[in-house]
């Protein structure tokens, strides 16, 4: 796969000055027309998706978007307005509406911009953006070969769900009323694969794809095409297992969506909101005494790197948990604000966030797991994040002897998630890199499931 600079690449690196010009006339406008602050996040993104189903191209699609957001405060009156129309006239009128927006609005004390302190003067270049210079007729023989890969694997590999390639390029900027503004662009390369697998009238789907800022980086498409094909086959002939409580070990996955419910819980909008099963956990034991849990922000092409938050604020490594014990809330300036602490610079999320794994590679967490379930897909939304209730539709595969011995589906997996956290036995270092999550499968002592 060919990587060069693209017509889109200088055309977004041409325009950057120009977007800077629209923030500052949005800023100098709700100045001039009475705001306390002001803020502007403006993004544009373009790219090319094609998905190919049966040997024939399915959809092919070109977009490019861009928006402005424009957010004013009024003695912490707070009004916003967006517009596509990037002409001096249509940002004054989104600044106006932004303002008469102001004037209908409840004070809010907790309002307003972060900090001058707490925003990123100087941040750095992850190189997150690498075009790709990609046709559409490379694009399409790109796909059918990862769909011919995966039907041509087995003969039980009976039909298609489809393959996508996409690539997309964005900008985003971000500038406030205390004179900062920031950009970066990036870059997301991505290659999927889903096919259904039958034998004795019974089927099964499955899929794979690999993602990379950069695509030299992605896996081939005869590799992606049969990884999907084999997991699919791996499924056929699923059973029921017996109700009882038993060993769980978690996919990466899986894993990275049960660390994504645990920095929910810790959200500063839930805790304010006394919203959430973590609520007083700042400080306390809430993962055995082992465990470490940190982010890492400006990793160099990681696809979860930022160089500052949706806030304009600087972004750093930190602990979030160490030895087991909560460091720290994840707070925008808000949130922060309204708990009487300091933003984490976490406006917008997470950013690489990594659980420190053991030495166990998948085989040894299987040996250690010994008897129990491998997951491998959660269904369902059952998550209470008020009490931590977990239950969720799940498959995956039955493990005897440490070695996996048949699929199983139809099943049910409960248990409550403080304390699942605390019944964490091991975590693996078959770390997934495609997640801005960063984890290996992670192994719970036991949970309840319901299936015969």
Known sequence: MSCG????????????????????VALKAAKRLGAHEAEVSLSESAGLSVAVRNHEIETLEYDQNKTMVITVYLEQC??????????????????????????????????????????????????????????????????????????????????????????????????????????????????SCSVIASENGRMQRDSWYTISRDAE?????????????KRALARLNARQIPTAKYPVLFSPAMSAGLMAHFISAINGNAIYRNASFLLDALDTVIFPEWMHIYEQPHM?????????????????????VDAGR?????????????LK????????????????????????????????????ELMGQGINTVTGDYSRGASGFWVENGKIQYPVEEITIAGNLKNMFRQIVAVGNDIDLRYATRTGSILLEEMMIAGQ
């Open 217 to 229: 980086f992605l896996e081939t498409p005869q590799k992606v095409g049969r990884i999907a094909a």
């Open 78 to 191: 707070k009004g916003s307005a967006s517009t596509s129309d990037f002409s001096t006239k249509a940002i004054k009128e989104a600044v106006c509406v932004a303002l008469e927006i102001a004037r209908f609005t409840s004070k809010d004390e907790f309002s307003g911009l972060p900090l001058s302190e707490d925003l990123a003067w100087d941040y750095p270049d992850l190189d997150l953006y690498h075009p790709w210079k990609l046709k559409v007729n490379t694009a399409s023989d790109l796909a059918l070969a990862c769909e011919v890969a995966a039907l041509k694997c087995d003969k039980r590999i009976t039909n298609s769900e489809g393959v996508t390639l996409s690539s997309h390029q964005s900008m985003r900027l971000y500038g406030n009323s205390h004179g900062f503004v920031g950009c970066y662009p990036s870059s997301t390369h991505s290659l």
């Open 326 to 338: 909560l460091q720290t809330y994840v707070l925008n300036s808000y949130s922060a604000r309204k």
């Open 341 to 376: 602490m300091k933003t984490t610079g976490n406006a917008g999320g997470v950013h690489n966030l990594h659980v420190e794994p053991g030495k166990n590679n998948f085989n040894a967490m299987l040996k250690e797991m010994h008897q129990g379930l491998f997951v491998t």
């Open 5 to 24: 600079p693209s017509d889109i690449d200088l055309k977004m690196k041409k325009k950057q000055s120009d977007y800077e010009a629209c923030i500052d």
């Open 300 to 320: 160099i092409g990681a696809l979860g790197s930022v160089p500052f938050d949706a806030e304009g604020v600087k972004t750093s490594s930190r602990n979030i």
